[in-house]
């Protein structure tokens, strides 16, 4: 691919520079360090997913010994903020000035559609650990782009599904105004519609504003039957502590489990029963799921979420890259190969990946209980993304 092109001549005029012989192939395959970009959210309502992430990618990579396919990991780390308009230009620090061999993020769809912009143009290889952008695994699909955490339509149509087959009648709907809210929310549609539901209203806010209040009052005007939300990180804590303040309580609450995941501390005095959808839960009984929830626990003093599966899986697909080529990060296509065939065994339960690049997973149905998002059900086994638009699929 270009990139690689690119990088071969760079390292030619360099090497010419330095007066050095300018190194055959084989021999630049044999470096052995693998520079990891790490693009995620430090700062901001998604700063603490970042973070996770973080932490389960480099969890993993210390349980192989710090080496992935014989090498050792380097990081390069840039903190996206969440921030669209930065997306570029931060993505073009990882990949043209710090030269790394693969980068890891993002958080937030409308930063990894840019990503993935970029990735498309210089042929890095990019693993998505959370950003659930659909498109990203749809129309923009890709075989450098894979993904290791869901397509925004996934948990919002489990979310749809087991509401549904609850018989609930009605719902409102209320998000942040963006990729993520808004596929969240045509998932979740998609579902409840065909299942007999019907959506009274559709409301939104600008990311990441939480000035909830109108909302909720309007909410409790509507009287529907029930009411589906998309919000994560700091910005679901607050939401769901006015919820119940507002005296709420009586119209039931439901969300795709990024509403409660990672949140569990702060809001367990006032959401106990709060039930929700995901493609994780905390009790998941697996010997994968209590060995990675005690390492984490460990290391980090914390309790792990789906934010921490996912970066840790990440870990896990590059790792199951790498290895197929023995480190010889020139034979993409192969590398590429291994990782589509990949089987990871995640805490989530096993996987594999769509030919669009996107987990087919279950969808899992959670109470919270204490401070945790406890397994109750599955509303969707092996859920894949339609991948529209996709010419891989
Ligand atoms: C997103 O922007 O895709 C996203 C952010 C946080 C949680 C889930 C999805």
Same mark, same amino acid.
């Given at each position: 691919?270009?990139?690689?092109?690119?990088?071969?001549?760079?390292?030619?005029? #360099?090497?010419?520079?330095?007066?050095?012989?300018?190194?055959?192939?084989?021999?630049?395959?044999?470096?052995?360090?693998?520079?990891?970009?790490?693009?995620?959210?430090?700062?901001?309502?998604?700063?603490?997913?970042?973070?996770?992430?973080?932490?389960?990618?480099?969890?993993?990579? /210390? /349980?192989?010994?710090?080496?992935?396919?014989?090498?050792?990991?380097?990081?390069?780390?840039?903190?996206?903020?969440?921030?669209?308009?930065?997306?570029?230009?931060?993505?073009?620090? +990882?990949?043209?000035?710090?030269?790394?061999?693969?980068?890891?993020?993002?958080?937030?769809?409308?930063?990894?559609?840019?990503?993935?912009?970029?990735?498309?143009?210089?042929?890095?290889?990019? #693993?998505?650990?959370?950003?659930?952008?659909?498109?990203?695994?749809?129309?923009?699909?890709?075989?450098?782009?894979?993904?290791?955490?869901?397509?925004?339509? !996934?948990?919002?149509?489990?979310?749809?599904?087991?509401?549904?087959?609850?018989?609930?009648?009605?719902?409102?709907?209320?998000?942040?105004?963006?990729?993520?809210?808004?596929?969240?929310?045509?998932?979740?549609?998609?579902?409840?519609?065909?299942?007999?539901?019907?959506?009274?209203?559709?409301?939104?806010?600008?990311?990441?504003?939480?000035?909830? !209040?109108?909302?909720?009052?309007?909410?409790?005007?509507?009287?529907?039957?029930?009411?589906?939300?998309?919000?994560?990180?700091?910005?679901?804590?607050?939401?769901?502590?006015?919820?119940?303040?507002?005296?709420?309580?009586?119209?039931? +609450?439901?969300?795709?489990?990024? +509403?409660?995941?990672?949140?569990?501390?702060?809001? !367990?005095?006032?959401?106990?029963?709060?039930?929700?959808? +995901?493609?994780?839960?905390?009790?998941?009984?697996?010997?994968?799921?209590?060995?990675?929830?005690?390492?984490?626990?460990?290391?980090?003093?914390?309790?792990?979420?789906?934010?921490?599966?996912?970066?840790?899986?990440?870990? !896990?697909?590059?790792?199951?890259?790498?290895?197929?080529?023995?480190?010889?990060?020139?034979?993409?296509?192969?590398?590429?190969?291994?990782?589509?065939?990949?089987?990871?065994?995640?805490?989530?339960?096993?996987?594999?990946?769509?030919?669009?690049?996107?987990?087919?997973?279950?969808?899992?149905?959670? /109470?919270?209980?204490?401070?945790?998002?406890?397994?109750?059900? #599955?509303?969707?086994?092996?859920?894949?993304?339609?991948?529209?638009?996709?010419?891989?699929?």
């Amino acid at each position: 691919m270009s990139i690689d092109r690119t990088r071969r001549a760079a390292l030619g005029v #360099i090497a010419g520079a330095a007066g050095l012989a300018v190194l055959p192939h084989a021999a630049l395959a044999q470096a052995k360090k693998v520079k990891i970009g790490l693009m995620l959210p430090y700062t901001g309502t998604y700063a603490q997913l970042g973070t996770a992430i973080t932490n389960g990618f480099k969890l993993y990579i /210390e /349980e192989t010994g710090g080496r992935l396919g014989g090498m050792d990991a380097e990081y390069a780390t840039v903190d996206d903020e969440s921030a669209p308009p930065k997306a570029v230009e931060n993505m073009n620090r +990882l990949v043209r000035r710090d030269n790394v061999d693969v980068v890891v993020g993002t958080v937030h769809s409308g930063v990894a559609l840019a990503m993935a912009n970029v990735a498309r143009q210089t042929g890095t290889t990019l #693993i998505i650990p959370n950003a659930g952008a659909d498109d990203i695994t749809g129309s923009l699909c890709a075989p450098n782009i894979f993904r290791t955490s869901f397509t925004n339509w !996934q948990p919002g149509y489990g979310t749809g599904k087991m509401m549904a087959d609850r018989r609930i009648r009605t719902a409102v709907t209320l998000t942040w105004k963006y990729a993520a809210g808004d596929e969240s929310v045509n998932g979740f549609k998609e579902a409840f519609t065909a299942g007999g539901g019907k959506v009274l209203k559709e409301m939104t806010l600008p990311f990441p504003n939480v000035e909830f !209040q109108p909302f909720l009052t309007e909410i409790a005007a509507l009287k529907p039957e029930s009411v589906y939300v998309f919000f994560a990180g700091a910005g679901a804590a607050k939401f769901v502590k006015d919820y119940y303040a507002a005296g709420l309580k009586g119209i039931p +609450l439901y969300g795709s489990g990024f +509403l409660t995941d990672g949140v569990t501390d702060s809001i !367990q005095d006032v959401a106990q029963g709060l039930t929700t959808v +995901l493609h994780y839960g905390d009790g998941i009984d697996n010997p994968k799921n209590k060995a990675f929830r005690s390492s984490y626990e460990a290391k980090f003093k914390l309790a792990p979420d789906v934010y921490a599966v996912q970066g840790y899986d990440a870990a !896990q697909l590059l790792a199951a890259g790498l290895s197929a080529v023995n480190g010889d990060l020139a034979k993409k296509d192969a590398m590429y190969k291994a990782m589509e065939a990949a089987k990871i065994d995640s805490p989530r339960g096993p996987f594999t990946l769509s030919k669009a690049h996107n987990p087919v997973q279950d969808m899992y149905i959670r /109470e919270l209980k204490g401070r945790d998002n406890v397994v109750t059900g #599955i509303a969707v086994k092996a859920l894949a993304d339609p991948a529209r638009g996709c010419k891989a699929a």
